[in-house]
């Protein structure tokens, strides 16, 4: 972008006589100060995605947790109108810009809100049936098909470091499951009585749901990373177009496929926790802007890779908020997976420095000739 580059500007000190003339150098400068610079913070973007995750999870998990919720659409809807209401008084009060709604762009984008839809509908009712530790830990596997996918799309690379991390990850998932289960059938004494067999059918539930969300969280991330680099969507472009055409969907969705009767209504929002659950659907939606933004923000300025990455790591304080606040069961195998989960995301880390370090050192000095196959594919996929 030409608003993103400055010229650089020289000092030439005039030699007095033939005898003091010395070629001219650039002046001293410090380190360049660019409009913006805060936006292009990797770390910065990790933190604040990681801050708005853990708040959306633990929202979400009080509206979903009772058993009687099934208003899931509706919940969604919300959340997007609330993002779409608050960016829009935002913008109308000059703190942020966006681009303005244009038709060909929205066709453009709405196969990833489609997406964007299936990821977060598949991860409400996975964390209804699943505690925070759990899902969490089951989130990782996500990292595993964004890998490969970062392989097929983009010319990405899986060492062997990596490949041992995703063993970690796939472990820890598999602990996770064996103290689930084991729980269920302590608790409900056996897995003779009714109450053990509907436990468990509620958790194989559960890890069905989240077999969904891993592959559609894989498949909208890698997608919305193809498209902004074909669009060149800034965070609150990709925000606003997110959330805007999901609205409809999510509205049509919910008055036809849900229960919208009196009694299920009832259900849903009972008159004593009522006044909460509605304050917890609307600090949801204001959650819903916050990962919105910082997740379209984490991806642009890193990868769909580090993306994941980052919340696999942050998957601690999500676990420990699950076990203060939701009463999740604490059990030798839930604090091992839960380690080793968190060993996984450390290994994987590590693996991704070293491999980039190994990619700047063996950058050659010269072009490097390419088929013409392969020059065709890199040409596509730049913005």
Request: glycine share 4%.
């Amino acid at each position: 972008m030409a608003d993103d580059k400055k010229s650089d500007d020289y000092r030439i000190d005039m030699p007095q006589s033939k005898e003091s003339f010395r070629a001219p150098s650039p002046a001293i400068r410090g380190p360049p100060q660019r409009q913006g610079s805060l936006t292009e913070n990797p770390m910065l973007s990790v933190f604040a995605y990681c801050g708005s995750s853990i708040l959306m999870t633990t929202t979400n998990k009080y509206v979903l947790s009772g058993m009687d919720y099934n208003l899931n659409f509706f919940l969604l809807c919300v959340q997007s109108v609330i993002c779409v209401v608050a960016i829009s008084i935002c913008k109308s009060s000059g703190l942020i810009t966006y681009r303005d709604f244009n038709s060909d762009e929205a066709k453009k984008w709405f196969p990833i809100s489609v997406l964007l839809i299936g990821m977060i509908y598949t991860s409400t009712w996975a964390l209804k049936y699943l505690s925070i530790p759990v899902y969490t830990i089951f989130k990782n596997l996500t990292i595993i098909l964004i890998a490969y996918g970062e392989v097929l799309w983009f010319g990405g690379t899986v060492t062997p470091m990596a490949l041992f991390s995703f063993g970690l990850m796939v472990m820890s998932s598999i602990i996770a499951a064996w103290a689930d289960i084991q729980h269920a059938l302590t608790r409900f004494g056996g897995d003779k009585s009714d109450s053990a067999t509907d436990a468990i059918s509620t958790l194989n539930s559960g890890y069905m749901w989240m077999a969904f969300n891993c592959i559609c969280s894989a498949t909208y991330l890698l997608a919305m990373k193809k498209r902004i680099k074909l669009t060149n969507f800034k965070d609150f472009d990709t925000m606003y177009y997110n959330n805007l055409l999901t609205i409809p969907i999510l509205l049509i969705a919910s008055l036809f496929v849900e229960d919208w009767s009196s009694a299920n209504v009832a259900k849903n929002f009972p008159p004593e926790y009522r006044n909460k659950l509605i304050m917890a659907m609307v600090l949801s939606g204001l959650s819903t802007l916050f990962i919105s933004y910082s997740s379209a923000w984490c991806v642009r300025v890193t990868s769909s890779t580090t993306y994941s990455m980052v919340g696999a790591l942050n998957k601690l304080p999500i676990a420990i908020s699950g076990l203060v606040f939701f009463d999740a069961p604490v059990t030798f195998g839930s604090i091992s997976a839960i380690f080793v989960g968190f060993v996984s995301g450390i290994v994987y880390t590590f693996a991704k420095v070293w491999q980039n370090e190994k990619a700047k050192e063996a950058l050659p000095s010269h072009s490097v000739p390419v088929s013409a196959s392969t020059q065709s594919m890199r040409d596509s996929l730049k913005s």
